[in-house]
């Protein structure tokens, strides 16, 4: 059993700057790709950004050179910090990575999400 937990979202002002966060815990022999994504009311869910377990990362068109994806791998967490936070941004966001309990399968996780609310 895995479990992805965000934390970090809130209520910011426009230009502002938020910093989430999602640790993995429980039966966890490997996590590969983590990524972040993010749902708006009345849209589909879509990916922000995303990074492998090489350090390689990828960013949504709408939020490069905003937002910056990392990883702990010791503390099986990664991190998405927003900067220059616009009303736009007003989202769940949802946590998500391909995890290996075992050496031979992976699963695909998700967090509960977290409201991030930019005001302008």
């Known amino acids: 059993q895995v479990q992805l937990v965000e934390s970090g979202g809130g209520l910011v002002q426009a230009g502002g700057s938020l910093r989430l966060s999602c640790l993995a815990s429980g039966s966890i022999f490997r996590i590969n790709d983590m990524r972040w994504y993010r749902q708006a009311p009345g849209n589909q869910r879509e990916l922000v950004a995303a990074?492998?377990?090489?350090?390689?990362?990828n960013y949504a068109d709408s939020v490069k050179g905003r937002f910056t994806i990392s990883r702990d791998n010791a503390k099986n967490t990664v991190y998405l910090q927003m900067n220059s936070l616009k009303a736009e941004d007003t989202a769940v966001y949802y946590c998500?990575?391909?995890?290996?309990?075992?050496?031979?399968?992976?699963?695909?996780?998700w967090g509960q999400g977290t409201q991030v609310t930019v005001s302008s």
């Open positions: 990074i492998t377990n090489t350090l390689s990362t």
């Open positions: 998500n990575a391909y995890i290996n309990s075992n050496w031979y399968s992976a699963t695909n996780y």
